[in-house]
């Protein structure tokens, strides 16, 4: 299943941390002597050359684009994170780190081409009016969407607007007959980073975070004061997939679990001087069992989480040594709406450790690294993994940590491998789990919304064997068959993973991640240490 996540998140991480752009150049023995580039010793090179391309290049392209791209190329031969964000992807990037955005308040997904609605966001515009789970739109503002190949980008441009303005909608409903039409007035939309926190067992709690924004302490601390009056003595903090965000939303939340005056991290840069972040004594959870939970998708924020608890000898880290990325970026916001996120430092950990692998080689294979590292490196023996004594840090407590390139887990658990899954691959890699249970819970939704609880759905609602031999069903007829001991081996994770599905589309994530830990086997593995730490 770990190694299935690859491909789910590449896309995400790399359209998520930079935009690719062209790097201007040109020939000049080749332009026309009878043309002076440079006009005086006050010319402004780059400007001159952005005229010049606009007025004689083969292809139409405006002066803005040139603009754009130049600033584009130049960022990016400088590492990998710095990067220009225009005008128009501007609200995309930051809304995420922002911790809210103003729209209808839905989470949808393009099926069969139409724009169906998986949720809407509790309390949000579209909740109020009385837009439901399954709703199928087919108009905005009078013009037919479904049908036409509409894409995720064209619907948020359609439905997100400004606080106040109002767009109508006609949606499909199963069992109404005809279109309902609703009139919806945007509102600012809360996103959250916590995706899911509750109870393990009586002792131990678990905390997911997806990405450090403006909020994410603010839900950390709220999630951490539920779990210690349900009577949390131990913690798993799973960071995996988490690519990281804002400095302060990681500091802030390291804090939580360390005592007062411990070093949280640092950073460096030629023009920032040394700057320290240190732990308060306002911590919620500074005492008892944790663990924190890392990948290979584990970035920036996340690393410094862990380093900090690493190197404070605080607890340990289990999974995957993370991502590798160092650098601290700030934002400078231009005129136009376009913004430059430029890397002005690096941090360290409470050790030294500067996490930051090595990019001399571009971008592109400072991306493909990982695809070496999980795929072959990975995936045996931790022995295998040889560091030089030069990457070697001591923590005070004497263990050994390292630095290179990310952060190394304290129990390493290699990328799954068994031949014997090969089925359950396929079913997870073709969407086949996913569109049968979104396809059950859109058939049975009135039945399902009798379950108001995780707790409720998870003692009265099942895979039967009905159920599954429905689902086989249907993976063949999509063209995934299976041989042999395939099912043998794979039948108790397809009624777990059709489980966890079902309770999502019903009740977000708390309906999800209890069942899909329960076949983890980095949070298995991280439940076991915590039962014998005492």
């Avoid at 501007?90 to 609605?117: C, K, Y």
């Avoid at 079913?427 to 939704?445: I, W």
């Avoid at 919304?449 to 007829?477: H, M, V």
Wanted: glycine share 10%; hydrophobic share 35%.
């Amino acid at each position: 299943m770990n190694r299935n996540k690859i491909s789910v998140y590449l896309p995400l991480i790399i359209a998520g941390t930079l935009l690719v752009g062209i790097i201007l150049g040109l020939q000049l023995s080749q332009v026309d002597k009878g043309f002076s580039l440079f006009k005086s010793k006050k010319s402004n090179t780059l400007n001159d050359v952005i005229n010049y391309v606009n007025r004689n290049y083969v292809d139409s392209i405006t002066k803005e684009e040139l603009t754009g791209k130049a600033i584009t190329g130049m960022l990016q031969s400088l590492d990998p994170h710095s990067v220009y964000i225009t005008a128009s992807e501007f609200h995309d990037a930051t809304d995420p780190l922002i911790g809210s955005f103003e729209g209808i308040g839905v989470q949808f997904r393009i099926e069969n081409d139409t724009i169906t609605v998986i949720t809407p966001v509790s309390g949000g515009p579209s909740e109020k009016v009385g837009i439901r789970a399954g709703d199928r739109i087919v108009t905005i503002e009078g013009k037919k969407v479904a049908g036409i190949k509409i894409t995720n980008t064209d619907v948020l441009k359609k439905l997100k607007g400004k606080k106040g303005t109002r767009v109508k909608v006609a949606v499909f409903r199963r069992g109404v007959k005809g279109l309902i039409d609703f009139t919806i007035s945007r509102d600012v939309i809360p996103t959250y980073s916590l995706d899911v926190a509750y109870m393990v067992n009586p002792e131990t709690g678990y905390i997911r975070l997806s990405n450090f924004s403006a909020t994410t302490h603010d839900e950390t601390h709220a999630a951490l004061k539920k779990l210690n009056t349900q009577g949390m003595k131990k913690l798993i903090l799973d960071l995996r997939g988490n690519t990281g965000g804002y400095l302060k939303a990681a500091i802030d939340v390291a804090d939580e679990f360390l005592p007062e005056g411990k070093l949280i991290v640092y950073t460096q840069g030629k023009h920032h001087p040394r700057d320290y972040a240190y732990s308060t004594a306002n911590g919620l959870f500074e005492h008892g069992g944790l663990v924190i939970l890392l990948d290979e998708w584990s970035a920036s924020a996340s690393e410094i989480v862990a380093g900090a608890i690493q190197d404070n000898d605080r607890g340990e880290i289990i999974g995957r040594r993370s991502f590798g990325k160092g650098l601290v970026q700030e934002q400078l916001n231009l005129d136009d709406g376009s913004a430059i996120r430029l890397t002005i430092a690096r941090y360290y950990t409470p050790t030294g450790r500067c996490i930051q692998k090595p990019y001399k080689n571009g971008t592109e294979d400072y991306y493909n690294q990982y695809y070496h590292r999980v795929l072959e490196t990975e995936q045996g023996n931790p022995d295998s993994l040889h560091f030089p004594d030069s990457l070697k840090y001591k923590t005070k407590a004497g263990k050994i940590v390292y630095g290179g390139g990310g952060i190394q887990p304290d129990i390493y658990v290699p990328v799954e491998k068994d031949d014997n899954l090969k089925y359950f691959n396929t079913l997870v890699n073709k969407g086949s789990l996913y569109q049968f249970a979104f396809e059950y819970t859109d058939k049975f939704r009135k039945e399902l919304s009798r379950f108001k609880t995780p707790d409720q759905f998870d003692k009265n609602f099942n895979i039967t064997n009905e159920i599954l031999a429905d689902f086989l069903e249907y993976a063949g007829k999509a063209g995934v068959k299976r041989e042999g001991n395939d099912l043998a081996a794979a039948d108790v994770r397809i009624r777990v993973m059709l489980k966890a599905y079902i309770g999502r589309n019903i009740l977000d994530n708390p309906g999800f991640y209890p069942y899909l830990n329960s076949i983890d086997i980095t949070f298995e593995r991280a439940v076991k240490y915590l039962e014998i730490r005492k």
